[in-house]
């Protein structure tokens, strides 16, 4: 047998060259990546930072959250009030919707919690209400020593502080007042006056007065001249009660006394009648956009009167010669 082979120790360039270059292709050289050295004292200081931040955006959270409690505490605890001056009349949303409408010389006040505890509203002076339906929180108007409570209705409310009267008229649906002995449900059409008692504060006999040093200011006791009365009237005109809202006044049988103070608060002048006969003439009758002299020329039309407005002041006073014709008219 024979074989044949390349003579021993002679190097191939050729193919080392080839070699080689496979060789660089698959290798990957192993490369180190630099490490940074951080401090003791560098690593506290991002730590604090961190801490920090945390607790600015804690705190900045918790300061708005407490802002809004606070304003809706701040809220909750303001009173509310809404004054219309002699002259004009007003109307009101309140925050369930429910609308006022609100006569000369008259004001409401209410809660900030109006909606969410209660619905109570405080009256002075004349409103008529259009009361939203609310069967688990009542609809309450608060008038001198009164409570007239609606869930969801119409009704007209009077409760001037200077008259003797507190009159509740009601439109629609139903209205239960209570008071002092006074528990009374009303039906549409009907009509209460509470006729406020009258009072008088009276001090103890001096002789009952402790002697110095023990004297001290004695306690004044409330006398009941006459008790406060309740009437109750059906099938009335409801549009005469509430038709001031519209800017309209009706009048039936109504005394020149109640007249002049209902055109003082509209028209924001002072009425002075100078003759107890004048101020008992009754009138019936109806105003819409009239002024106050055309008012007061129709009085004059239908009663023996003279009048002058000087400065705001409205005077009426009798004419004799004219009361003689009258009387002679009316006998006939």
């Avoid at 190097?11 to 290798?27: G, I, Q, R, V």
């Avoid at 180190?32 to 600015?56: D, Y």
């Avoid at 001198?144 to 507190?166: H, M």
């Avoid at 004297?215 to 099938?235: F, G, T």
């Amino acid at each position: 047998l024979t074989s044949q082979s390349s003579p021993k120790g002679k190097f191939n360039k050729a193919k080392y060259d080839e070699w080689k270059k496979l060789s660089d292709k698959l290798t990957v050289k192993d490369k180190k990546t630099p490490v940074i050295s951080i401090s003791p004292l560098q690593k506290a200081i991002r730590i604090a930072a961190v801490f920090l931040l945390l607790v600015s955006v804690g705190a900045t959270v918790a300061w708005r959250i407490t802002s809004q409690k606070l304003h809706s505490l701040i809220s909750m605890e303001t009173t509310h009030q809404v004054n219309v001056p002699l002259g004009g009349r007003g109307e009101v949303v309140l925050p369930d919707g429910s609308i006022v409408k609100l006569n000369a010389g008259s004001n409401i006040s209410y809660s900030g919690c109006f909606g969410f505890n209660d619905r109570i509203v405080m009256l002075e002076g004349e409103g008529y209400f259009e009361v939203e339906t609310n069967p688990q929180m009542p609809f309450v108007v608060e008038a001198s020593g009164l409570r007239i409570k609606a869930f969801g209705t119409k009704f007209n409310v009077k409760a001037y502080p200077d008259e003797e009267e507190i009159i509740t008229t009601l439109v629609e649906g139903k209205v239960k007042i209570e008071g002092e002995n006074i528990d009374l449900t009303m039906t549409p059409s009907q009509r209460v006056t509470y006729i406020k008692g009258q009072y008088r504060h009276v001090l103890p006999d001096e002789d009952k007065i402790q002697p110095e040093p023990e004297k001290r200011i004695p306690e004044a006791k409330v006398e009941i001249i006459e008790p406060p009365k309740l009437l109750l009237a059906n099938n009335v005109n409801t549009r005469e009660a509430t038709a001031w809202k519209d800017g309209v006044f009706i009048f039936t049988a109504e005394k020149l006394s109640n007249l002049a103070v209902i055109l003082e608060r509209k028209f924001d002048v002072s009425v002075v009648i100078e003759s107890d006969e004048l101020k008992d003439h009754k009138f019936t009758g109806n105003f819409h956009q009239e002024t106050l002299e055309q008012i007061l020329g129709i009085i004059n039309m239908s009663a023996p009167i003279r009048y002058e407005i000087e400065k705001g002041v409205v005077t009426i006073q009798l004419d004799q010669r004219r009361r003689h014709i009258f009387r002679e008219l009316s006998m006939k």
